[in-house]
């Protein structure tokens, strides 16, 4: 399993550390706004479905609609995919 935080306004990902908020403190103090960010983990070894899960403490807003560690909204998921998709699937 990858760590990962995906910047979705700006298209940016940050992988591969111990916590979620290690990714999420090096994107805000690029530049990121947080309403932008979301946590989620990749499973190279998987493929389909399995291979992005979308859980992360840093996920929990219910001030944006999301009181789970999981994302809830499609249109995120679909931003993340997007990112993953440009800088690692393709």
């Given at each position: 399993?990858?760590?990962c935080?995906?910047?979705?306004?700006?298209?940016?990902?940050?992988?591969d550390?111990?916590?979620?908020?290690?990714?999420?403190?090096?994107?805000l103090?690029?530049?990121?706004?947080?309403?932008?960010?979301?946590?989620?983990?990749?499973?190279?070894e998987?493929?389909?479905?399995?291979?992005?899960e979308?859980d992360?403490?840093?996920?929990?807003?219910?001030?944006?609609?999301?009181?789970?560690r999981?994302?809830?909204?499609?249109?995120?998921?679909?931003k993340i995919?997007?990112?993953?998709?440009?800088?690692?699937?393709?």
């Amino acid at each position: 399993m990858v760590k990962c935080v995906a910047d979705v306004d700006k298209q940016l990902l940050a992988i591969d550390a111990d916590l979620h908020a290690d990714l999420e403190r090096l994107l805000l103090d690029n530049g990121s706004e947080q309403s932008a960010l979301w946590g989620f983990n990749l499973y190279p070894e998987e493929s389909g479905d399995g291979f992005i899960e979308y859980d992360s403490l840093i996920n929990i807003r219910s001030w944006q609609g999301n009181p789970s560690r999981d994302i809830l909204d499609a249109q995120i998921r679909e931003k993340i995919q997007a990112v993953v998709k440009r800088y690692i699937t393709e």
